[in-house]
């Protein structure tokens, strides 16, 4: 799996969106990217994952550059609920997944 | 969504002691299964991969005789931590893939152990 690169934390006041980047720059052409968060002391939670195309649930959106090399994981309206660590993934075949230090977010009032 | 659940969730032992950890699928199967460890403010850590009927795969650098897997069944994954140590004091988590359209990653609720 290519290797990501995340920013170690970021401050978001809530209700306001929060754009959470992501450098996958030696990403191939069959690896997806998948976003997880983990609040504390709890299991990873899957968020949204793409290939190339960008993606929305109810979760998030998740924005791919064309030239696949970065990613923004959005969160629209963020809360208080959403301080967590966010993980991004860029994983080919399998099930493995291989974590990265990820991005600590910290919703405030 | 699927469900994993883990037992105990918390568990506290003395020195030399081993500890059974169990990893459940509750509403699905799952031919295979993964084990992570956290260490404090650190990231997780794939420790093996658990297959049903057959042995596990573990990571470069993890024990195989310390740290063993069982896959019993389709729903259930087990970790033993053998004669443990303070140094084996971490969160434990294992995961679970179903399919559903793509392959999604299930998480139990982790296991804190601290050996005393």
């Known amino acids: 799996d290519a290797k990501t690169t995340q920013p170690p934390s970021m401050d978001c006041a809530e209700g306001r969106a929060a754009n959470l980047p992501c450098n996958h720059s030696?990403?191939?052409?069959?690896?997806?990217v998948y976003w997880y968060r983990q609040i504390h002391s709890q299991g990873p939670q899957y968020i949204i994952h793409g290939l190339k195309n960008n993606e929305t649930n109810e979760m998030a959106s998740l924005i791919i550059t064309e030239d696949r090399k970065s990613s923004t994981l959005i969160l629209p309206h963020a809360t208080l609920r959403d301080t967590a660590v966010y993980y991004c993934?860029?994983?080919?075949?399998?099930?493995?997944?291989?974590f990265g230090t990820g991005t600590q977010l910290k919703v405030e009032l | 969504g699927a469900v994993v659940s883990q037992h105990p969730s918390w568990v506290i032992c003395k020195s030399g002691t081993s500890v059974k950890i169990e990893c459940r699928s509750l509403d699905f199967q799952a031919t295979t299964m993964f084990w992570y460890r956290q260490f404090p403010k650190q990231s997780l850590m794939l420790m093996a991969t658990?297959?049903?009927?057959?042995?596990?795969?573990?990571e470069q650098g993890v024990e195989k005789d310390k740290f063993l897997i069982n896959h019993a069944s389709l729903t259930l994954s087990t970790l033993t931590v053998t004669s443990a140590h303070p140094e084996d004091s971490s969160f434990y988590i294992c995961?679970?893939?179903?399919?559903?359209?793509?392959?999604?990653?299930?998480f139990g609720p982790g296991t804190r152990l601290t050996v005393l």
């Open positions: 995961s679970a893939p179903e399919t559903r359209g793509f392959d999604e990653q299930f």
């Open positions: 993934i860029a994983r080919g075949g399998g099930n493995k997944l291989t």
């Open positions: 658990s297959n049903e009927g057959s042995k596990a795969t573990y």
């Open positions: 030696t990403i191939s052409g069959n690896e997806y």
